[in-house]
């Protein structure tokens, strides 16, 4: 049972490129999330997806695009890294239909170093 | 002010003691509350909900104070494996795909 992962777990990149993270989730959940982790601000939302093609901005979207052709994949893109985007980032799912539905599972993340 | 606020720490706790800590959050709405753990450099996970008339899961205790709008976490007979950081999560909804926010957590360090 693979469960959501995401890749790469390790990113270095230049300011002004773009970025894709990757997330994968093998428990058809219907909602997928992606935050990230900062010291001294804890996990914040960045987007957030209810379904396939249905997405929605948290509380710091600015600088990031999401899509969802797919229930299984939630890729986040930097449109053009910044330093201020150096960050971990976590994705998660969770599903309305299971017993546990207000449980997030997360994934292991990724850790990003915009240069 | 933060919505979620949480004594960073850390808590040194010695092994088999108890340790408690609380956390309060600002919106009066909110309906849904947990107590996630992170282990350091590791992704969050799901300690356990919080309930309006509290609930212990083993050695863990969780307490809701709505009229305080604070939650607490006690934690009896701590092993070392109870080392880690441990993130208050409330949110205004009763479902799934509800928006969750969290502290910034509180570090506990159990030591021998």
């Known amino acids: 049972d693979a469960g959501i992962t995401q890749s790469p777990r390790y990113k270095i990149t230049e300011t002004g490129r773009q970025v894709t993270l990757m997330c994968h989730q093998t428990?058809?959940?219907?909602?997928m999330f992606w935050y990230r982790q900062d010291l001294g601000h804890g996990l914040r939302l960045i987007y957030y997806?209810?379904?396939?093609?249905?997405?929605d901005k948290g509380e710091v979207p600015d600088g990031y695009v999401v899509s969802r052709s797919k229930t299984e994949n939630f890729p986040l893109t930097l449109e053009s890294a910044t330093r201020s985007q150096t960050s971990v980032y976590f994705c998660?799912?969770?599903?309305?239909?299971?017993?546990?539905?207000?449980?997030?599972?997360f994934g292991p993340g990724t850790r990003l170093l915009v240069l | 002010r933060k919505e979620v606020e949480q004594d960073p720490g850390p808590f040194n706790v010695p092994e088999g003691a108890t340790v408690a800590f609380n956390c309060t959050y600002s919106?009066?709405?909110?309906?849904?509350f947990f107590w996630y753990r992170q282990d350091c450099r590791k992704e969050p996970k799901l300690l356990m909900s919080?309930?309006?008339s509290g609930n212990e899961d083993g050695r863990f205790t969780a307490q809701l104070n709505r009229a305080s709008q604070y939650i607490s976490l006690l934690i009896r007979d701590s092993k070392l494996s109870d080392s880690a950081t441990y993130l208050c999560?409330?949110?205004?909804?009763?479902?799934?795909?509800?928006?969750?926010?969290f502290g910034g957590g509180t570090r506990v360090l159990v030591k021998p």
């Open positions: 999560v409330v949110s205004p909804l009763k479902a799934a795909g509800n928006k969750l926010t």
């Open positions: 997806s209810a379904a396939a093609d249905i997405t």
């Open positions: 428990w058809s959940h219907s909602y």
């Open positions: 919080v309930y309006s």
């Open positions: 919106n009066s709405a909110s309906q849904s």
């Open positions: 998660a799912s969770s599903d309305i239909f299971s017993g546990a539905q207000e449980t997030q599972y």
